[in-house]
């Protein structure tokens, strides 16, 4: 592995280029120079960039593709290491979720063409619905797990990670987290090595996953367990940095970078690989010092491993279980144990109150759908993920639930045949529909139930930077593919009440609404209109307020855009609104529901 980031050469001289790289795209370098063939992923904050980067290689290096869901990414994958040739699957911890089915029978299977999975975590729970810990995976599949602390270890240990799947006949997952992922560094760079085809491997007994051949394939896979184990005592990927015996440090990923900062001296093991460990390298560690301190992010899994040897390691008691480290906690956790004196107790600090809650964008498409709800019927709301999972704060408060990727319609379902008194009704995107939400709507139609499903249609992938899918028309690579048609998709599933609305129109979208909730059954709207942002942000004139005709209704307000806001004059003891138009894109969703027709185009315009 290369571990000199300012290094010049090659052992043969030649130059080496040297470039500031994040995580991810450190990443999709290691997995190009290692000769990866096929590249799979859906995208998910913080592992998206993973996929766009390798899209950036040449398209004859290798195939980088957009999957539907992580599960069907993962089986991309797997299909290519069938097929001898070196395969990448990316996503976020959750996407592991939804591909651990698949995971979990790979493992007894093995890989041919060498198989890495990436997964990113999201310690602090930055963008997601949880903050799991992916080695708990690794465990429990007994796969081994990577974690690089910086890019050039992100790049080093991806190519390793191939080498390792195919010597050991196994998927490795390399474990990235949100702060590796976008923090950026200097990075070696190397040349691609073509990894040979080996072609496909006629095995039925090892690649077809009936009972008799998984009780054979198990015994197997516990003795490479211990053929990984006995290579991982002197890979060099586990550093131990030695220094005084007083007390040392086990630590793995981002974390090591948070005790050099806190402790430049101390005695380090540093463990490339969670899992599994170098019992053997951690016995003799913690016999060379006095105390043994575990730092890791989430949950436990360095520590208990190392107490069942034995070995009396303290971490959690010291370092949270929860959220994302830092130098801060690092250090507060070696002052408690008495290893670093304590600072002096700083002045508390107060930070003011934000204005408002998180919001949609100005002009959003959502925004209609989601006061459509709240204004024109009493309903019952499961939500789903994406940027309008936002629409849950004040002041839509459009949606009552939200679980996982795809679960609107499952739990629209649920509360409808547990007999919810209201009107039920499911929001969910296009591309989480066409990710996990169509099984749920098959199974809607099936089991009669009397519900609502909202499709919310941006034509993008927006909440993870606006990627390409399905119903892009796009691949990843931007090439012109077929676009699914979702009505005739909804109806070809048994849907008879299906109509598409441009959000844009609010006489529309309330009209439309009230007559899906007033069917028996299952019926769908296709709420139409394209993000605002991607794939580039529109602009329109912005709108202004005639502030002697404002009254102060504030139903504009409802909107939730942040284009809206008070103004100085006031009515009734209400402040008054304008319009910012450095925000404002000219939507006319506010214009539309303004009851006093004071909200207009500005009169240079209209002329």
Same mark, same amino acid.
């Given at each position: 592995?290369?571990?000199?980031?300012?290094?010049? #050469?090659? !052992?043969?001289?030649?130059?080496?280029?040297?470039?500031?790289?994040?995580?991810?795209?450190?990443?999709?370098?290691?997995?190009?120079?290692?000769?990866?063939?096929?590249?799979?992923?859906?995208?998910?904050?913080?592992?998206?960039?993973?996929?766009?980067?390798?899209?950036?290689?040449?398209?004859?290096?290798?195939?980088?593709?957009? +999957?539907?869901?992580?599960?069907?990414?993962?089986?991309?994958?797997?299909?290519?290491?069938?097929?001898?040739?070196?395969?990448?699957?990316?996503?976020?911890?959750?996407?592991?979720?939804?591909?651990?089915?698949?995971?979990?029978?790979?493992?007894?299977?093995?890989?041919?063409?060498?198989?890495?999975?990436?997964?990113?975590?999201?310690?602090?729970?930055?963008?997601?619905?949880?903050?799991?810990?992916?080695?708990?995976?690794?465990?429990?599949?007994?796969?081994?797990?990577?974690?690089?602390?910086?890019?050039?270890?992100?790049?080093?240990?991806?190519?390793?990670?191939?080498?390792?799947?195919?010597?050991?006949?196994?998927?490795?997952?390399?474990?990235?987290?949100?702060?590796? *992922?976008?923090?950026?560094?200097?990075?070696?760079?190397?040349?691609?090595?073509?990894?040979?085809?080996?072609?496909?491997?006629?095995?039925?007994?090892?690649?077809?996953?009936?009972?008799?051949?998984?009780?054979?394939?198990?015994?197997?896979?516990?003795?490479?367990?211990?053929?990984?184990?006995?290579?991982?005592? *002197?890979?060099?990927?586990?550093? $131990?940095?030695?220094?005084?015996?007083?007390?040392?440090?086990?630590?793995?990923?981002?974390?090591?970078?948070?005790?050099?900062?806190?402790?430049?001296?101390?005695?380090?093991?540093?463990?490339?690989?969670?899992?599994?460990?170098?019992?053997?390298?951690?016995?003799?560690?913690?016999?060379?010092?006095?105390?043994?301190?575990?730092?890791?992010?989430?949950?436990?899994?360095?520590?208990?491993?190392?107490?069942?040897?034995?070995?009396?390691?303290?971490?959690?008691?010291?370092?949270?279980?929860?959220?994302?480290? #830092?130098?801060?906690?690092?250090?507060?956790?070696?002052?408690?144990?008495?290893?670093?004196?304590?600072?002096?107790?700083?002045?508390? $600090?107060?930070?003011?109150?934000?204005?408002?809650?998180?919001?949609?964008?100005?002009?959003?498409?959502?925004?209609? *759908?989601?006061? !459509?709800?709240?204004?024109?019927?009493? !309903?019952?709301?499961?939500?789903?993920?994406?940027?309008?999972?936002?629409?849950?704060?004040?002041?839509?408060?459009?949606?009552?639930?939200?679980?996982?990727?795809?679960?609107?319609?499952?739990?629209?379902?649920?509360?409808?045949?547990?007999?919810?008194?209201?009107?039920?009704?499911?929001?969910?995107?296009?591309?989480?529909?066409?990710?996990?939400?169509?099984?749920?709507?098959?199974?809607?139609?099936?089991?009669?139930?009397?519900?609502?499903?909202?499709?919310?249609?941006?034509?993008?992938?927006?909440?993870?930077?606006?990627?390409?899918?399905?119903?892009?028309?796009?691949?990843?690579?931007?090439?012109?593919?077929?676009?699914?048609?979702?009505?005739?998709?909804?109806?070809?599933?048994?849907?008879?009440?299906?109509?598409?609305?441009?959000?844009?129109?609010?006489?529309?979208?309330?009209?439309?609404?009230?007559?899906?909730?007033?069917?028996?059954?299952?019926?769908?709207?296709? +709420?139409?209109?394209?993000?605002?942002?991607?794939?580039?942000?529109?602009?329109?004139?912005?709108?202004?307020?005639?502030?002697?005709?404002?009254?102060?209704?504030? #139903?504009?307000?409802?909107?939730?855009?942040?284009?809206?806001?008070?103004?100085?004059? $006031?009515?009734?003891?209400?402040?008054?609104?304008?319009?910012?138009? +450095?925000?404002?894109?000219?939507?006319?969703?506010?214009?539309?529901?303004?009851?006093?027709?004071?909200?207009?185009?500005?009169?240079?315009?209209?002329?």
């Amino acid at each position: 592995m290369r571990t000199e980031p300012n290094a010049i #050469s090659h !052992a043969g001289g030649n130059s080496l280029e040297i470039r500031p790289l994040t995580g991810n795209e450190a990443i999709a370098r290691g997995a190009w120079e290692a000769g990866v063939k096929v590249a799979a992923a859906y995208p998910g904050t913080p592992s998206t960039e993973i996929m766009e980067s390798l899209a950036g290689y040449p398209a004859e290096d290798l195939h980088a593709q957009w +999957s539907t869901n992580e599960k069907v990414a993962l089986d991309v994958a797997i299909g290519a290491s069938f097929a001898g040739r070196r395969a990448l699957a990316a996503m976020k911890h959750v996407g592991l979720n939804v591909a651990a089915d698949a995971f979990m029978s790979v493992t007894y299977i093995g890989a041919h063409g060498g198989l890495v999975i990436v997964v990113s975590d999201d310690p602090g729970i930055h963008s997601s619905q949880n903050e799991q810990d992916t080695r708990l995976y690794g465990v429990l599949a007994t796969v081994p797990v990577l974690e690089p602390s910086d890019a050039q270890e992100a790049l080093d240990m991806t190519r390793l990670a191939f080498e390792l799947s195919e010597q050991f006949d196994t998927p490795v997952i390399v474990r990235t987290t949100t702060r590796l *992922s976008h923090t950026r560094s200097a990075v070696v760079l190397g040349p691609r090595i073509e990894a040979a085809a080996r072609g496909f491997s006629d095995k039925p007994s090892k690649n077809v996953m009936i009972p008799a051949h998984a009780r054979l394939r198990h015994p197997a896979l516990l003795v490479r367990e211990e053929k990984l184990k006995e290579y991982l005592e *002197s890979a060099p990927i586990q550093r $131990w940095e030695k220094s005084g015996v007083d007390f040392g440090v086990i630590t793995a990923g981002t974390c090591y970078t948070y005790v050099r900062e806190v402790l430049p001296e101390a005695n380090v093991l540093k463990l490339g690989a969670s899992w599994p460990l170098p019992e053997k390298l951690i016995e003799r560690f913690c016999a060379s010092v006095h105390r043994v301190y575990v730092v890791e992010e989430l949950e436990p899994v360095i520590e208990k491993e190392v107490r069942s040897l034995g070995i009396q390691a303290i971490g959690k008691a010291l370092f949270p279980r929860l959220g994302e480290l #830092s130098p801060e906690l690092v250090r507060a956790g070696f002052e408690t144990a008495g290893i670093l004196e304590a600072r002096p107790t700083a002045a508390p $600090w107060t930070p003011e109150p934000m204005a408002r809650p998180p919001v949609l964008c100005a002009g959003c498409p959502h925004m209609t *759908s989601f006061n !459509a709800l709240r204004t024109v019927v009493d !309903a019952r709301v499961a939500g789903d993920i994406g940027c309008y999972t936002l629409s849950c704060l004040d002041p839509l408060r459009g949606i009552d639930t939200c679980v996982s990727m795809g679960s609107s319609i499952g739990n629209a379902i649920g509360m409808s045949k547990a007999g919810e008194s209201k009107p039920v009704i499911a929001t969910i995107g296009d591309s989480t529909f066409l990710h996990a939400g169509l099984p749920g709507l098959i199974d809607a139609v099936y089991n009669q139930a009397n519900i609502t499903v909202i499709l919310l249609d941006n034509h993008i992938t927006a909440m993870t930077g606006g990627q390409d899918h399905p119903g892009t028309g796009r691949t990843l690579r931007r090439e012109p593919t077929h676009q699914v048609d979702y009505e005739t998709l909804v109806r070809a599933v048994g849907v008879q009440w299906v109509r598409t609305v441009d959000s844009y129109d609010v006489a529309a979208m309330y009209q439309t609404l009230r007559e899906a909730v007033a069917h028996k059954g299952v019926s769908v709207i296709i +709420s139409n209109r394209p993000c605002v942002l991607d794939p580039v942000k529109i602009k329109g004139p912005p709108l202004e307020v005639v502030a002697k005709d404002c009254n102060a209704c504030q #139903s504009c307000m409802n909107l939730g855009c942040p284009a809206l806001t008070w103004s100085e004059q $006031w009515y009734e003891g209400r402040h008054k609104v304008k319009i910012d138009a +450095s925000l404002c894109i000219g939507c006319t969703l506010c214009a539309q529901v303004c009851a006093m027709d004071c909200i207009k185009m500005p009169v240079a315009v209209v002329q």
